[in-house]
């Protein structure tokens, strides 16, 4: 098969959970004999010049075609976000010049949702992963501004702009023109033309919703990662019946050395804890400290992940942990030390404040013969049965974290009861079969349906 894989942002900079499982996928079918090409954004805030440019190359073997772009380059940047014609141009011409045999799209964040639309114009097959909520929420991560949780967009979009655009909200009350847009919000059709006035802004927010929704809907398959995700987006109007359930996979290879590696816990050493990835707010990294810093107990907590990139956040977390020995930020580890790096942790800690979908790193410690504790939200509690395999600790309660950090101390036996209890979790090689046959019937079907048109 000829495959386009598409991604908002990709190695090497970039290496979160979706950079990563696309780099995976593309890797393994580049193995079994697909010809694959990865269509990635290089996101520029900072407007080099020309204004839009792609080039490939090739990264570990992938070849790579990146479009680096202004992310702020139209007067109606809230529209941009997930609406952007000068990327759906540039992809229209580059699959007319690829002819891939499907596309598979994991995120189009500044890419654009038109980008589904032109594969679909083309009668090319395309499949989109869920990666997260960007399609319900422009935030990402359902959080409202006062940091509270949301089941998706309120008021028909309208809701989203004292989250995402407060400044926008306050210039809607200085017009009173809140309830006014209110009671047109659901009638506006999608496209608004882009301006920079308060009013048209909250008008490209109201659209969004409904936007992305058509634009989804327009994919051969969608798939979720979890049960969880999928009711969330079915409780957002989206057809259940349109979306499928592929649980991730992990790379067997990186973690088969962790159990050889781990050392028998001694019963008077510190509880190793860690926390692995993105240090921001939303993720909860503070909760940790918390946590540590309010027991006395015989607790380490080591915080791997990069402290530059959201530097408001980390600063004070760093000048906080100065002061007691037991929090190290160990910074970022290459991937092949994985299974060396969980054989020296005994708790993983998931600290999120968001619904988090499916953590790779859950998955990776479940097979690593980590216990895991985090946060009662989303896709976590899905993999997690509190008391059997993990803990599973009230979000946003370092106090409730602490007691049950300071339990298992007290009881090194859960340890080895939950370290029993892991579920057997799925292999890249399992998952990997269920996605290139979820591409084979998008082919398939395609096919048929072109057919079908054929002999009418």
């Given amino acids: 098969m000829k495959l386009t894989l598409v991604v908002h942002q990709f190695l090497p900079r970039y290496f979160t959970g979706t950079e990563q ?90 890419l654009g949702a038109g980008m589904i639309a032109e594969a679909k114009a083309q009668a090319i097959p395309s499949a989109v992963h869920l990666m997260d909520f960007w399609f319900l929420c422009p935030a990402i991560v359902l959080l409202r ?21 407060p400044e926008v909200g306050r210039i809607l009350d200085g017009l009173s023109v809140r309830q006014d847009l209110e009671s047109v919000a659901t009638s506006l059709a999608p496209g608004i033309a882009p301006r920079h006035s308060g009013v048209h802004r909250a008008l490209t927010l109201t659209a969004r919703p409904r936007y992305l929704r058509d634009a989804l809907l327009k994919a051969d398959r ?64 503070d909760l940790a400290i918390d946590a540590v810093l309010g027991s006395s107990a015989p607790i380490e907590l080591s915080i791997r992940g990069r402290t530059t990139d959201f530097p408001d956040y980390s ?73 059997e395999n993990g803990e599973l600790f009230a979000a946003g309660d370092a106090a409730d974290l602490r007691a049950r950090l300071e339990r298992l101390v007290r009881e090194p036996e859960r340890l080895d009861r939950y370290r029993s209890a892991c579920p057997a979790t799925k292999t890249m090689t399992q998952n990997i079969d269920e996605i290139e046959a979820l591409y084979r019937d998008a082919i398939t079907e395609r096919s048929e349906q072109a057919a079908l048109r054929g002999n009418a």
């Fill in 315 to 387: 600063g004070p977390l760093l000048e906080r942990s100065k002061s007691d020995p037991r929090i190290r930020f160990v910074g970022p580890f290459p991937r092949e030390q994985l299974g060396a790096v969980l054989a020296q942790t005994d708790v993983l800690v998931v600290t999120s404040r968001w619904y988090e979908n499916t953590p790779f790193v859950v998955l990776e410690a479940f097979a690593g013969g980590v216990t895991v504790v985090a946060a009662d939200l989303g896709g976590m509690s899905e993999l997690i049965r509190d008391g």
């Fill in 21 to 110: 499982y696309c780099y995976a996928i593309a890797k393994a079918m580049i193995a079994r004999g697909h010809d694959v090409e990865v269509f990635a954004l290089e996101p520029d805030f900072s407007e080099l010049q020309p204004m839009m440019s792609m080039a490939r190359e090739v990264v570990d073997g992938i070849p790579v075609m990146r479009l680096r772009m202004w992310c702020a380059v139209d007067r109606d940047y809230e529209r941009m976000e997930h609406e952007n014609p000068l990327v759906s141009a540039k992809f229209a011409t580059y699959l007319r010049e690829r002819k891939p045999d499907l596309v598979h799209f994991f995120h189009v964040r500044y």
């Fill in 145 to 165: 501004g006062d940091g509270s949780l949301c089941e998706g967009p309120p008021n028909g979009g309208l809701g989203c702009i004292d989250c995402v655009r």
């Fill in 222 to 285: 969608i798939v979720a990662p979890s049960q969880f995700l999928r009711s969330m987006f079915v409780k957002n109007g989206y057809p259940k019946s349109r979306i499928d359930v592929i649980t991730y996979g992990i790379d067997e290879t990186r973690l088969s050395t962790a159990p050889a590696l781990r050392a028998p816990r001694q019963p008077d050493a510190p509880l190793r804890v860690a926390y692995f990835g993105t240090i921001a707010h939303y993720k909860g990294v």
